[in-house]
């Protein structure tokens, strides 16, 4: 067959583009085995890798993410009096003070001192409480939250809100554009027929197009004037355990109750989001003064798009830097490599290492990513436990004795690197104490998983596994 010029100067023209493909491969892709397997790919099948790699491997997403965080940024200079207005705390030990250092170096703020941190088990305890702040507030009450399901505790939520706005508080709402999805009747709706301010973060939309499941607001806070709550749950019946419904519809988490100066960092951290979703700017009210809390606090906020993976660098040196003890408690385990091999080390070099998971997770494919994973880990010393049900979606991790940090964050590739989280460090022993405590008391009514368990797995169930792990990027 002969070709024609105009044949030659198409081929010519693909294999120029694939050329300038694989250079983008080479500089873009942070994982050195996907930037060899995209510029083979675009060298040897030079049409075809081209296509593909358009379709599949510009970080279309990552290339929303920069523009996030730019406009995050230029925002975050706005609020930036808050870090110059926070008072610095000296911790007393070595190997706190070299954590804090990490930390600050990653997160750019500074850690302040004198708050008080209370845990809340569950929507039992947790939204009376945010309920009760509601009411008592005067001047605003920001609430953000991913999943914000219609049912019982809603309409206490909508109730609340709606009165606070009606006294002339500062009422503001943000959901996430997809957690918003989950419930068809939709409080955030009702919420703005009633006259309060709502907005949405990265609503789906056909025009102009924006279907990404990917770069949510995965964040919870809530700021009600020096009151403020944060950690992992989301509004819906399901956090209420003592409601008469079936377990598998049950939620266990836990929401933390804040006071002291680290409510003024949860108040930024709101006002960050919603100047994004509005282009509303409001100036900082004073800072929350200083209790009589003993907890030192920092506000790690994270998302894509940043040359720094703030959150999962602060998490694997927390691990890396630990002598003694790291606790995990999380729902989703499917870590990225970095924080697979530290962990691995700690417990190789003695560290006592536990991570408690759910023995009934909500996504059944994620308990087969897990299993795959699993081994590797045992085999290095670290234990693992399985939860007794109901579902257990709780984020915590204590370390060394005096290190937790709690917040939104799940221990996987989609909290640490393709959502926009919110997590809470907190230096204090007595704290810590506490929160390991409860993971101990609920890792003696679970179950210890074993080497021998997974080894013996059928081959179906190993390929299954295998076959999920492969995405995990992306679960």
Not at 267 to 278: G, K
Not at 373 to 393: K, M, S
């Amino acid at each position: 067959m002969t070709l024609t010029t105009l044949d030659i100067i198409a081929l010519a023209t693909a294999h120029l583009l694939s050329l300038v493909a694989a250079g983008n491969a080479l500089l873009t892709k942070r994982d050195p085995r996907a930037a060899l397997g995209w510029t083979a790919a675009l060298i040897f099948l030079p049409v075809a890798g081209l296509v593909i790699y358009l379709i599949f491997g510009i970080g279309r997403a990552q290339s929303r993410a920069e523009k996030i965080m730019r406009r995050y940024s230029d925002i975050s200079g706005r609020y930036a009096q808050v870090e110059d207005r926070l008072k610095d705390t000296v911790l007393p030990t070595p190997e706190a003070r070299d954590l804090d250092k990490l930390s600050r170096a990653l997160s750019g703020l500074p850690l302040c001192g004198g708050n008080s941190i209370t845990p809340l088990h569950n929507g039992d305890e947790a939204y009376p409480a945010m309920l009760e702040a509601i009411d008592a507030a005067r001047n605003h009450v920001f609430l953000g939250t991913y999943i914000f399901n219609y049912g019982v505790a809603a309409k206490k939520f909508i109730t609340a809100l709606d009165n606070a706005h009606k006294r002339g508080v500062d009422v503001r709402v943000l959901v996430d554009g997809v957690g918003s999805l989950y419930s068809w009747r939709k409080p955030v709706e009702i919420l703005a027929r009633l006259g309060v301010r709502t907005t949405r973060f990265r609503p789906l939309t056909l025009f102009p197009p924006n279907l990404g499941i990917n770069l949510r607001s995965h964040r919870k806070i809530l700021v009600c004037d020096n009151i403020a709550f944060t950690g992992g749950m989301n509004i819906s019946d399901g956090n209420l355990i003592k409601l008469d419904k079936p377990e598998k519809g049950r939620i266990q988490d836990v929401q933390f109750r804040c006071e002291g100066p680290i409510v003024s960092e949860l108040r930024r951290a709101f006002l960050l989001n919603w100047s994004f979703c509005t282009g509303e700017f409001t100036p900082l009210p004073p800072l929350a003064e200083a209790g009589q809390g003993t907890c030192a606090c920092r506000v790690v906020i994270d998302g894509p798009g940043d040359d720094a993976d703030a959150l999962y660098d602060i998490i694997c040196g927390a691990v890396n830097m630990a002598h003694k003890t790291v606790t995990i408690m999380t729902p989703y385990f499917l870590p990225p490599s970095r924080l697979m091999a530290a962990l691995r080390s700690a417990g190789q070099r003695g560290v006592d290492v536990r991570i408690i998971l759910p023995g009934h997770n909500n996504l059944a494919f994620m308990s087969w990513g897990i299993e795959r994973i699993l081994p590797e880990l045992l085999q290095a010393g670290v234990r693992v436990w399985h939860q007794a049900p109901p579902f257990a979606h709780t984020k915590l991790l204590a370390v060394d004795g005096f290190y937790s940090l709690v917040g939104s964050a799940n221990m996987d590739s989609r909290s640490l690197l393709l959502n926009f989280e919110l997590d809470m460090e907190i230096y204090d022993k007595a704290f810590h104490d506490r929160l390991a405590a409860f993971m101990l008391s609920t890792l003696a009514k679970g179950r210890e998983v074993t080497l021998k368990e997974l080894q013996t797995l059928s081959l179906p169930a190993r390929l299954r596994n295998a076959a999920v792990w492969v995405f995990s990027p992306y679960l």
